[in-house]
T-cell receptor, first 114, second 113 residues
Framework: DTGVSQNPRHKITKRGQNVTFRCDPI?????LYWYRQTLGQGPEFLTY????????KSRLLSDRFSAERPKGSFSTLEIQRTEQGDSAMYLC????????????FGNGTRLTVT | QQQVKQSPQSLIVQKGGIPIINCAYE??????FPWYQQFPGKGPALLIA?????SEKKEGRFTISFNKSAKQFSLHIMDSQPGDSATYFC????????????FGKGTLLTVNP
């Protein structure tokens, strides 16, 4: 399978703990995106990387959230001091480098904060 | 402020029917309008997309109709099948930046056999 891969698929954590998710994009894609999807809603844009550079961050990405793409390949999204409101599906997507290329989404990491 | 309003929230049709899902947007700077299909436990997958220079686009059984003056666009699924049962999202973005999508809330489509 050469699609976008996300791990873990599910994560249950207690409030106040830190969590980290990983995304492996399609290999030739140099753009990578994180979105968040809560129940009954469409995905919401969080942040975007071109290669290893983080070029845009949404206001939704509070100081407790940090995303990295150290070598321009895989990316990690860390949430510190998790809150119940962080419970959601975290989706990663990737695309080629031109603005017309469609986004290819992974199957997401479902986070539950108890 | 919800910039893309999608309706209906849910829709049930019989096999062979033509479900229609509607979206309305507010921001006239939007210039890219994709539709995504999402099955339970999966990420959204791009179905079809349109830009405002055309009023209709067809790909297989899926058609987008676009009305720029009304700021509305819709998805029609011809000859719907039970396998089309999924949640459908419309979205929009600005200035060719099709990565920063604003999504509607989704429509849960059920196609009965």
């Amino acid at each position: 399978d050469t699609g976008v891969s996300q791990n873990p698929r599910h994560k249950i954590t207690k409030r106040g703990q830190n969590v980290t998710f990983r995304c492996d994009p399609i290999s030739e894609h140099n753009r990578l995106y994180w979105y968040r999807q809560t129940l009954g809603q469409g995905p919401e844009f969080l942040t975007y990387f071109q290669n290893e550079a983080q070029l845009e961050k949404s206001r939704l990405l509070s100081d407790r959230f940090s995303a990295e793409r150290p070598k321009g390949s895989f990316s990690t999204l860390e949430i510190q001091r998790t809150e119940q409101g962080d419970s959601a599906m975290y989706l990663c997507a990737s695309s080629l480098g031109d603005s017309n290329s469609p986004l290819h989404f992974g199957n997401g990491t479902r986070l539950t904060v108890t | 402020q919800q910039q893309v309003k999608q309706s209906p929230q849910s829709l049930i049709v019989q096999k062979g029917g033509i479900p229609i899902i509607n979206c309305a947007y507010e921001n006239t700077a939007f210039d890219y309008f994709p539709w995504y299909q999402q099955f339970p436990g999966k990420g959204p997958a791009l179905l079809i997309a349109i830009r405002p220079d055309v009023s209709e686009k067809k790909e297989g059984r899926f058609t987008i109709s676009f009305n720029k003056s009304a700021k509305q666009f819709s998805l029609h699924i011809m000859d719907s099948q039970p396998g089309d049962s999924a949640t459908y999202f419309c979205a929009a973005s600005i200035g060719g930046s099709n990565y920063k999508l604003t999504f509607g809330k989704g429509t849960l489509l059920t196609v009965n056999p």
